[in-house]
């Protein structure tokens, strides 16, 4: 069956260390890869996207990895802040790379960087 | 440029009653995705819409939930005859027109509980 996993429910850095947040998945050939910041009571805020062709992409202190042959991706913050911490989701299409985006949620990792 | 509204923000019904939850995608929108988040849990795939078709139901339960995105007006999410298990937060989604983007834009949510 179907299953993303990310690998931890909670993770607790220091501020300014690098957070690395882990999402694996089976018996998926997802075309891409998207990763989400949630907020207490709040919905999801898209972060970055990467493409089963791609293997890094940076925005500002994010980035991200895709290794389909692993069937991971791995999720980075560097120089972190308290202002990072929120829960971290992972998901991806479920249309088997069609246009349209129905998306398959992990459980999600709550980050939490102490000043 | 307002995001996507999902109202109400609250929503307490009995057991038995109706729930109607809606939902105003970004401009320029076309695609409409509704997600249940149940209490614990990751978020869930539901349905998504285009104007007047329903493209995809597979996350739908097949009794009591129905939804909609009319020509004109919000996309709504309706649950009859509600039961305690339907107490979660829905979030609706929305994105471009396909192959434009992927990633989907998400509403604050609607919290429906049920007493």
């Known amino acids: 069956s179907q299953k993303i996993e990310q690998n931890s429910e909670a993770l607790n850095i220091q501020e300014g260390k690098t957070a690395t947040l882990t999402c694996n998945y089976t018996?998926?050939?997802?075309?891409?890869l998207q990763w989400y910041r949630q907020d207490p009571g709040r919905g999801p805020v898209f972060l970055l996207l990467i493409r089963e062709n791609e293997k890094e992409k940076r925005k500002e202190r994010l980035k991200v990895t895709f290794d389909t042959t692993l069937k991971q991706s791995l999720f980075h913050i560097t120089a972190s802040q308290p202002a990072d911490s929120a829960t971290y989701l992972c998901?991806?299409?479920?249309?088997?790379?069609?246009?349209?985006?129905?998306?398959?949620f992990g459980q999600g990792t709550i980050l939490t960087v102490h000043p | 440029n307002a995001g996507v509204m999902q109202n109400p923000r609250h929503l307490v019904r009995r057991r038995g009653q109706e729930a109607r939850l809606r939902c105003s995608p970004m401009?320029?929108?076309?695609?409409v995705y509704w997600y249940r988040q149940l209490p614990e849990e990751g978020l869930k795939f539901m349905v998504y819409l285009q104007k007047e078709n329903i493209i995809d139901e597979s996350g739908m339960p097949k009794e009591r939930f129905s939804a909609e995105f009319p020509k004109e007006g919000p996309s709504i999410l309706r649950i009859q005859q509600v039961v305690r298990g339907d107490s979660a937060a829905y979030f609706c989604?929305?994105?471009?027109?396909?192959?434009?983007?992927?990633?989907?834009?998400f509403g604050p949510g609607t919290r429906l509980t049920v007493t």
């Open positions: 998901a991806l299409d479920d249309a088997g790379g069609t246009s349209y985006g129905k998306l398959t």
């Open positions: 018996n998926y050939s997802p075309a891409y």
């Open positions: 401009k320029g929108h076309s695609h």
């Open positions: 989604a929305s994105s471009p027109p396909a192959g434009l983007t992927y990633e989907q834009y």
